[in-house]
């Protein structure tokens, strides 16, 4: 059994539905301007954002957990970007395919803020 590592992502409703339409298994794409997807390795992070920036933003937030292969992650550095516990890995934007083949098992929403559509889950 391959040892993995817990992520967190904070998302908003328009990403998530990807993910949903993924069945739970990959990030989609990202956008032409954005060069990067940032998992977090603090769950209390995760949660800051989507309910102080997502909700905002889109009217919903969401946190979702997954799990991805350690020895693959490794390839990624992690960067403090702000406090000591305000830790990300940067996934650069044409790596993502790959990244989504060493998640293990599924995404899952473990918190939601804001209005959040009945059908996520």
Avoid: K
Wanted: proline share 9%; net charge negative; aromatic share 10%.
């Amino acid at each position: 059994m391959r040892e993995t590592t817990t992520l967190w992502r904070p998302t908003g409703p328009q990403e998530l539905a990807l993910v949903e339409a993924s069945g739970w298994t990959a990030w989609p794409p990202r956008l032409p301007d954005q060069s990067i997807i940032y998992p977090v390795l603090i769950e209390r992070y995760a949660i800051m954002i989507a309910r102080d920036w997502n909700v905002p933003a889109s009217g919903a937030g969401f946190v979702t957990r997954f799990e991805v292969d350690r020895a693959f992650l490794a390839r990624y550095p992690v960067r403090q970007a702000g406090g000591r516990d305000i830790l990300e890995l940067w996934v650069p934007a044409e790596e993502l395919p790959e990244f989504n083949r060493h998640i293990v098992g599924r995404i899952e929403v473990v918190h939601t803020f804001g209005t959040a559509p009945t059908a996520i889950g």
